[in-house]
């Protein structure tokens, strides 16, 4: 094994690092600081927004009655609300798209991110 | 490859005969350098006893359909960090050839069928549509490739303005023929059949066939990485272009020749995007470049350059979607996974720069 007092040097020593990282000098005692304090950063910040976990699911009337948005865990299915009314139109369901092309499948479709629906609705 | 039961054997034969203060540094080596892959086993571990669903065969094979879908641009920005460069372009050609992807390939019978002369969709337009997205991607990367090589520009410089010409060449594109920047929907079913029918089930989750060709992806790129002369060029340049240059190595090819393979992955990529997106917005694509990168820096390519294996991207891709479906399934929201990304890709820099200053 090697004598510890050159490489407890050579890990306190700020060295050149080459390819992308040219012109960086950097001792691997930074780097230490650097790695613990990002794991704690990622960590901590985890922490605190589990705090209010879960996805807001957010519904866009398109033109009628507003309908307030939920938060819903991962993997649920969504509880759809109350449709909205809107003069001269019936609802023709909620929809993935503004273009209201797919619709909302209750059976299929679960909840895996953020995500708005937006309402379909049918000239009377 | 070395026998990992050998490799223990040898690993725990020298531990036995270190001193006090060496076997504090072989512990806190292993764990620094094991930084990630500790905080997704703690991460794991955690969400196991919070959402006894994620230790499923549901969520194996959610995992295995997310890195089916995000390996093949991994497999393709990887060689161009080989060379000491990157790719930020690659979000925005798969965007791109997302969005060609799926005006080809709409439904012939759809209203909003953006080019209505296009030819019925049958197996072989299907291979067209490929081709011509692939030979999209490959179009930029060449483009990419040429100003790195000829100009010796740093790619950070010429694929930050590929990225951006791409996106206006997108906008362009939602904008032809009246459509006015809408989703491309309407998709049809051969297309979805060809990309997404089943390959097999793991329990709930459906196995699309995009895995069989990510797996198909994967072994053509460990060929061309390992077992042809340009793969061997290519590391070479990586370690030192003045020296490959010396020994004969064509560098100005070699760098084309890395950019365009790697577009023609993003132009594969946006081809399996087109059906994951089921409506291509403009926005497809944006900032996929960075999974990628990520994931090739935790699974140990450098960014100090000629270095890096297939299995450590695959193993990147894996760690990295395993991180995110873990914190999606305890309900972090998608806008702070963004902050965790950026963290990530800080700490898998720093574990890159020491374990290259520990080694040398």
Known sequence: MNPSSPEQNERTQPRELKGLYKGVKVSVKTLDIVIVLCVLAIVLFVAVDLQSPGFTVSFDPNGGTDVPAQTQMYGEALKLPQPPTREGYSFTGWYKDPACFEPWNTEEDFIQSALTLYAGWEKN | ?360
């Open chain 2, 1 to 360: 490859m070395a026998n990992p039961i050998a490799n223990l054997q040898r690993i725990s034969a020298e531990y036995s005969q270190m001193d006090k203060k060496d076997k504090r540094r072989f512990w806190t080596d292993g764990i620094l350098n094991n930084a990630l892959y500790i905080l997704m086993l703690a991460f794991c571990i955690y969400t196991a006893i919070k959402q006894p669903n994620f230790v499923s065969w549901g969520s194996l094979g959610n995992l295995i359909v997310q890195v089916a879908a995000y390996l093949p641009m991994a497999l393709g920005i990887a060689g161009c960090i080989v060379l000491t460069g990157t790719d930020l372009s690659a979000g925005r050609v798969c965007g791109l050839t997302a969005a060609v992807t799926g005006v080809f390939l709409q439904k012939s019978d759809f209203a909003n069928k953006m080019f209505t002369s296009l030819p019925e969709v049958n197996g072989w337009w299907i291979a067209v549509t490929l081709l011509t997205v692939i030979a999209i991607g490959a179009l930029i990367g060449l483009v990419n490739g040429f100003f790195v090589a000829k100009f010796s520009l740093h790619p950070f410089i010429v694929t930050l303005s590929t990225q951006l010409i791409t996106y206006g060449i997108i906008l362009w594109f939602f904008a032809l023929n009246g459509n006015n920047g809408q989703p491309i929907s309407g998709l049809s079913a051969e297309y979805k059949d060809f990309v997404g029918g089943e390959l097999f089930r793991l329990g709930p989750a459906r196995i699309p066939m995009y895995v069989l060709y990510a797996v198909i992806l994967t072994a053509l790129m460990w060929f061309i990485w390992n077992k042809t002369s340009f793969g061997k060029n290519m590391f070479a340049v990586g370690s030192n272009a003045e020296a490959a240059r010396v020994s004969g190595v064509n560098v100005f090819w070699t760098t084309v020749l890395v950019h365009t393979l790697a577009g023609a992955m993003y132009g594969y990529s946006g081809f399996v995007e087109g059906y994951r997106a089921g409506s291509i917005a403009a926005s497809t694509g944006l900032n996929y470049e960075c999974d990628a990168i990520a994931a090739c820096v935790i699974g140990g390519v450098s960014f100090v350059g000629g270095t890096g294996k297939i299995s450590g991207i695959v193993l990147g891709v894996v760690i990295l979607r395993i991180i995110f479906i873990a914190l999606t399934m305890l309900g972090v929201d998608s806008s702070s996974l963004y902050i965790i990304k950026g963290a990530i890709i800080l700490c898998a820099c720093s574990l890159d720069m020491r374990k290259y200053l520990v080694k040398k």
